[in-house]
């Protein structure tokens, strides 16, 4: 699973004055987005739900402000807006991909919850357990999958557009940075989707054998948000050091925690839809 530390480092943009108040409010907007990503990005601690909800409520507003910019400053030169018009596809395809994670994630954290609560047999928790464990798996391999393509799609960002009109020039380099936050904003919700904790290791073992082939992970324990921590309920359920009402209690504080940020990332699928109608808009004149 890919590292937060290995996310590239950002710059700000410095914009003259006399650029439209829109570009000035989306460098404003996107300042907030980077400062919130150093934060995530400099420990795992504060990888948490609340901070990703933060993040996706920071982007909602850059959209926001980037749909106002596109009707404002870029009317007579639809041209520019084609690969960013293009871009918002991966990034819809990329919200499906995590909304789907999460829905699945959370769906087999009720089942667990249905089983601890049912006060089920030994043998049916570890099953449980383990098509959690097993689920959990998937997911990671693919969301590194999803944060590997997200990083290569980033790579032609980083070209720099030489154009006539300084103004348009700067204004579509603003919109680009809002291709790469996004894109990064979605890598980190993937990252936390996917926190590493608790492991199966061997992939040949049954239900019987969940007692023996979990290990712990002594760094995710000391660093657990919401996912690791239920990765770490499950073990000591199944080692008898910890009482499933506990381990209840972390599965409902992970669901509640992926019901916030699917509400954030309800809202950031909407305003990138109508970011993509205002660029098609514009194109189409």
Known sequence: MERLSALPPNRSISLPSALHPTSLRVEAELNKLRAWEIRSCSSSETLTAETVQTGLVCLSEVYSCAEELVYASLARHGKVLENALDYSVKLLDTCGIVRDTRQKLKEQALCLQSSFR???????????????LTLRKKLNKEAS???????????????????????LQMVVKILRQVNVMA?????????????????????????????KVLRPNEKADKIANEVRSVDGALFRVLHDTEDMTMADRKLENLVTSLDSIEAGLDVVFRRLIRYRVSILNVVTQ
């Open 183 to 211: 894109s990064r904003v979605l890598r980190i919700l993937l990252l936390f989707l996917s926190s590493p904790g608790y492991t199966n290791k061997n992939d040949r073992g049954g239900c019987s054998l969940i007692l």
């Open 118 to 132: 049912r006060r089920s047999s030994e043998s049916r928790i570890e099953e449980e357990v383990l098509s959690y």
């Open 145 to 167: 999958k999803c944060i590997r393509s997200l990083k290569r799609s980033e790579r032609k960002f980083t070209v720099v557009l030489c154009l006539k009109d300084y103004h």
